[in-house]
């Protein structure tokens, strides 16, 4: 274990008042760090994590074998530091020690370490009027921590669900996919007398879990529910000898995406506007469904039953509606071992009750486990705030709100899915599906404040609750943005104002990704948020020199290098003159606006023909 691995001491940590404290260790709580102190470096800062070593979702104890990040090399970094080549495969795989290792580098280089204080789960957050702070209640600890200012970075996979099943009376160890890293659990997979090990879910985390068994010398029965959002759809390393991954790092991929954040002119307006409905709709819709047909073609879903039992729902559409989220297949040998079938059996169910050596179907099969993987997925619920407080928090609830302020949400639902259907016509064809209360949604500004906090107290915001394929540019936006946010530099819309927006921004997830009804999630759309959020800040995002770049290349995280010093130059300023690369941008050649047009005519013209080819018949079989 390294020095940093260790829990650190931090003398008095919890006996003072601090400015800022940071719940999460992890690239949220870490971006947020590390930007707030570039900003204010005098300020008393504390980050505070459950765990023994910070990285969160990458922390050691959730490293297990064979683990990569869906992210190629060169995307899974901050600005301001490239990842080293250790833990990187030759064909440019991220593995899961490698993250780990970043991140403590990131920690290191910017003097995090000794704000963190680890081993500390923060078990109750309440909010102290009369002092006008913040009171954290740490778990074996007598004394509160306050705060002046909370940002909480615990994200959207913290906290595990497993489905309330009677296990009882099963006699073999039972984990979630979350303990998969630690050493206990791997000593008891080890274990001889485990042969065959029940996996439950079909997100990415499930295919992860058998691969890590199966390599273990496990037989996996690999169980996937027949209701909900059905199998993640895996998307392979390349399609069309191009990185899937960088794919969604351009501007292009998401131009056919009906996207709230994208201004309401020129293309989104043609395309994705009320106008030409039947053409733009063909465009559209061939597209995506060109797109899922060469992610899905690798699968071979067809090949076996296993493989047909773990093909996504909604065929050709699964891409563009996502009733599941997307994955990345980072096993090459991971589908050979599916269809070929002796190590893997899937079976299409729902589990009942575990009992004795096997667990119980709902059909009546029974299925022999002498342990239990939940791949089931995260809690939605963020029990460290008081149930009371958790709708003014600005997250979900179980309660109900008052009948005023339930009667206020919901009609800004109502009129909020009117606008969105009126401005992207598309998505009133929305799938039906997951019917949630107003109290189940985020009520987050930006997906950052809370509705009941504004300009008279600027003291709580949340980073990472966005769900998207672009994590590190995203957070280090947010944090920028929260961090000006705090210390009163940004300016921000009235309530009234900032309710209208969080109810559409709700809504259109809620139409353009049937995921998204659980949580907030936005696979392509995540660049016009971040443009959103820098032009809230005065600052430029489209860091490349010309259009056709701006369109068709890859955004990196290095594209926005110094971002935090821009922003202090243009703050010390009072206003923003903007950055070289914002200049070249401005001055597009009619050149390259003319080649963008014949490109994207050329584009439409594939995409209403593909689309007439795979809408009326099945005629393409995976």
Not at 259 to 268: E, H, I, K, L, S
Not at 368 to 393: E, Y
Request: charged content about 25%.
């Amino acid at each position: 274990m390294s020095t940093h691995d260790k829990p650190q001491a931090f003398p008095n940590a919890l006996h003072s008042p601090y400015d800022v404290v940071i719940v999460g260790a992890g690239w949220s709580g870490l971006a947020a760090a590390k930007t707030y102190l570039e900003v204010h470096p005098t300020t008393r800062l504390l980050v505070l994590d459950d765990d023994t070593t910070l990285g969160g979702t990458w922390s050691k104890d959730r490293l297990y074998p064979h683990l990569r990040a869906e992210a190629v090399y060169g995307l899974f970094e901050f600005s301001d530091l490239k990842m080293g080549k250790f833990g990187v495969t030759p064909e440019g795989w991220i593995t899961g020690p490698a993250v780990h290792s970043y991140l403590n580098e990131y920690a290191t280089k910017f003097g995090l370490h000794d704000h963190i204080r680890l081993g500390s789960r923060v078990d109750k957050v309440e909010r102290v009027e009369a002092a006008r702070s913040w009171k954290l209640t740490i778990r074996g600890t007598d004394e509160p921590l306050l705060c002046d200012k909370l940002i909480v970075a615990t994200g959207l996979t913290s906290e595990p669900w497993i489905p309330p099943i009677d296990t009882g009376a099963f006699k073999g160890p039972i984990f979630h996919s979350k303990d998969l890293g630690k050493a206990d659990t791997n000593k008891t997979l080890d274990d001889d007398k485990i042969e065959e090990v029940v996996v439950y879910g079909a997100s990415k985390s499930s295919f992860d879990a058998a691969y890590l068994l199966i390599k273990a010398g496990k037989k996996v029965n690999w169980i996937v529910r027949p209701n909900g959002g059905g199998p993640s759809m895996m998307s392979p390393r390349k399609i069309m000898g191009m990185s899937s991954i960088e794919l969604n790092n351009t501007r292009l991929f998401g131009l056919f995406s009906p996207n709230f954040y994208r201004d309401g002119q020129g293309w989104t307006t043609l395309i994705h506007g009320p106008r030409l409905q039947s053409l733009s709709r063909y465009i559209v819709t061939g597209y995506w469904r060109f797109m899922t047909l060469l992610i899905q073609m690798p699968a071979r879903y067809s090949r076996s039953p296993n493989g047909l039992i773990l093909k996504p729902k909604m065929g050709l559409d699964a891409t563009f509606w996502s009733p599941a989220t997307l994955g990345v297949m980072t096993y090459d040998t991971l589908w050979n071992e599916i269809h070929r079938g002796d190590k893997i059996q899937v079976y299409s169910g729902a589990i009942s009750t575990a009992s004795g050596a096997c667990v119980n179907l709902e059909d009546g099969r029974s299925v022999r486990a002498d342990s239990i993987v939940f791949a089931t997925g995260w809690k939605t619920k963020h029990a460290m705030f008081p149930t009371g407080q958790q709708l003014d928090s600005g997250v979900p609830s179980e309660l109900d709100f008052e009948t005023s302020e339930k009667a206020y949400w919901e009609r800004l639902r109502v009129e909020a899915d009117a606008a969105i259907e009126e401005t992207l016509p598309m998505l009133s064809n929305s799938p039906e599906g997951y019917l949630t209360r107003c109290e189940d949604d985020y009520h987050l500004y930006r997906f950052m404040v809370p509705s009941q906090f504004g300009n008279d107290d600027r003291s709580i915001a949340f980073i990472g609750f966005l769900r998207n394929t672009g994590l590190p540019i995203m957070l280090e936006a947010q944090a920028l943005w929260i961090t000006a946010y705090f210390d009163g530099s940004l300016d921000i819309p009235s309530k009234e104002d900032r309710d209208i927006e969080i109810a559409k921004t709700n809504a259109w997830i809620r139409r353009r990704y049937v995921c998204g009804r659980k949580v907030p999630f936005a696979l392509v759309d995540w660049l016009p948020y971040i443009d959103v959020l820098y032009r809230d800040l005065g600052l430029n995002s489209h860091r490349k020199a010309n259009a056709l770049f701006e369109m068709f290349s890859y955004y990196r995280p290095s594209d926005f290098k110094g971002i935090v010093k821009e922003w202090l130059v243009a703050k010390s300023r009072g206003g923003y003159e903007g950055s070289s690369v914002g200049h070249n941008y401005a001055q597009k050649s009619a050149f390259g606006r003319l080649n963008l047009t014949i490109i994207s005519t050329i584009l439409c013209t594939a995409m209403v023909y593909l689309s007439w080819i795979t809408g009326t018949d099945n005629r393409l079989k995976i």
